[in-house]
C-alpha cells in the first residue's frame, strides 16, 4: 500500500512538471496569487509590530492551506492532486523566460525596459541600476530561484505530495511579502522569514549539489562551483540563498553579491565566487543551467519515491 501510495505521487510530480514545461504557469487565477490577495487582507486585521502577531498570522495562513491540499487530495485523489499541486507551485518555465527577456533587453541596450521587467525577478529597487547592477541582480534570482521555485517545490511534493508542495509555497509567498527586514516587517515578519529558512535548507543544498554535477553542461566548473560554496556561502546574510548563489558563481566563473539596493534599505552583500563580473552571455548561462538543474531535481523527487 505504501509503496503504491509513493508510485502514485510520483506520477504526480513528473506530471506537475510536464505541465510547468508545457504551459508555465497558470494565465488565470493563479492559486499563489489568489493566497496572497487572501494573505494581504488578513494582515490587515492581524497585524501588529510584534513577534507574536506574526506567529499567529503564519500559522493561519499556513494551517489553511494545508487542510485544502488534504481536502482536494481526498476529493480527487492523491496522484491528480500532486500534479496540480506540482504544476501551480513550479516556476521554472517562468523564471526561464523571464530571465531570457532580460538578457535580450540588456544585449539591446533597452534599460528603462530590464528596469520595469527586474521586480518580476526579485524585490531590488531598478532605479539606481545600470547594465552591469541589473545584469548581476538577474543572475542572482535566477540562482536562489532555481532553489526557491524549482527545487525545493520538487523536493517537497515528491516526500508529502499536494499538502506538502501547497504548504511550501505559502511559506515562499509569505516570505517574499513580510519577511523582508523593513521596520514595519523586522518583529512581524520573523516567523515567516524564518519558517522559509528552514522549508528551503535541503532543497538550497540539493540545487547546489547538482549545479555542482550540471557546471560542464553551460561550459562551467565543478570544481569552482565547490570551492565557491565552500568558501563564500557562509558570509551571505541568508543560510539558503548564500549557498545557491556562491555555487552559481563558481560554476560560471564570475562574481556575485556586493551593494545591493532594495526599496527599505541598501546592504552590502559579500562577494560570491572569484570571477569577472556577470555579463548578458553569463545570464544566459544561469538560465540554461537553472533549468538543467530542475530535470536534474526531478530525477532526485523520483528516486526520493524508489528507494
Known amino acids: 500500500m505504501f509503496g503504491s ?103 539591446r541596450g533597452d534599460i528603462d525596459g530590464a528596469r520595469r521587467l527586474l521586480p518580476s525577478l526579485c524585490g531590488r ?4 541600476l545600470d547594465g552591469p547592477g541589473l545584469t548581476r541582480a538577474a543572475l542572482e534570482s535566477v540562482a536562489e530561484n532555481t532553489s526557491d521555485a524549482q527545487v525545493a517545490p520538487l523536493l517537497w511534493a515528491a516526500v508529502g505530495g499536494a499538502p506538502a508542495v501547497l504548504g511550501y509555497r505559502a511559506v515562499n509567498t509569505l516570505d517574499a511579502m513580510v519577511g523582508y527586514r523593513s521596520p514595519r516587517y523586522h518583529r512581524f515578519g520573523w516567523a515567516a522569514a524564518r519558517s522559509d529558512d528552514v522549508a528551503n535548507y535541503v532543497g538550497a543544498r540539493v540545487t547546489a549539489a547538482l549545479v555542482v554535477v550540471c557546471a560542464p553542461l553551460v561550459g562551467g566548473s ?20 548564500g549557498v545557491v548563489e556562491a555555487a552559481f558563481a563558481g560554476a560560471l566563473g564570475v562574481q556575485l553579491g556586493g551593494p545591493t539596493h532594495y526599496r527599505h534599505e541598501l546592504q552590502i552583500r559579500p562577494t560570491l565566487g572569484d570571477g569577472r563580473a556577470p555579463t548578458v552571455a553569463d545570464l544566459r548561462r544561469a538560465v540554461r543551467l537553472s533549468r538543467l538543474v530542475q530535470a536534474g531535481a526531478v530525477a532526485v523527487a523520483a528516486a526520493l519515491n524508489v528507494f
Open 125 to 128: 529597487d531598478p532605479a539606481l
Open 222 to 241: 565543478c570544481a569552482g562551483a565547490i570551492r565557491a560554496w565552500r568558501r563564500d556561502a557562509g558570509r551571505h546574510p541568508s543560510p539558503n540563498a
Open 5 to 107: 501510495t509513493r508510485r502514485v505521487r510520483i506520477v504526480g510530480v513528473l506530471a506537475g512538471y510536464l505541465a510547468d514545461v508545457a504551459f508555465g504557469d497558470p494565465a488565470r487565477g493563479h492559486p499563489v496569487a489568489l493566497f496572497g490577495t487572501a494573505a494581504a487582507k488578513l494582515e490587515r486585521v492581524s497585524y501588529r509590530d510584534a513577534k507574536t502577531a506574526g506567529v499567529v498570522h503564519t500559522v493561519l495562513l499556513l494551517g489553511t492551506v494545508g487542510l485544502v491540499g488534504l481536502v482536494v487530495q481526498r476529493r480527487v485523489g492523491g496522484g491528480v492532486a500532486t500534479a496540480l499541486a506540482t504544476w501551480v507551485s513550479l516556476g521554472g518555465t517562468t523564471l526561464a523566460r523571464t530571465g531570457n527577456q532580460m538578457a535580450q533587453l540588456l544585449d
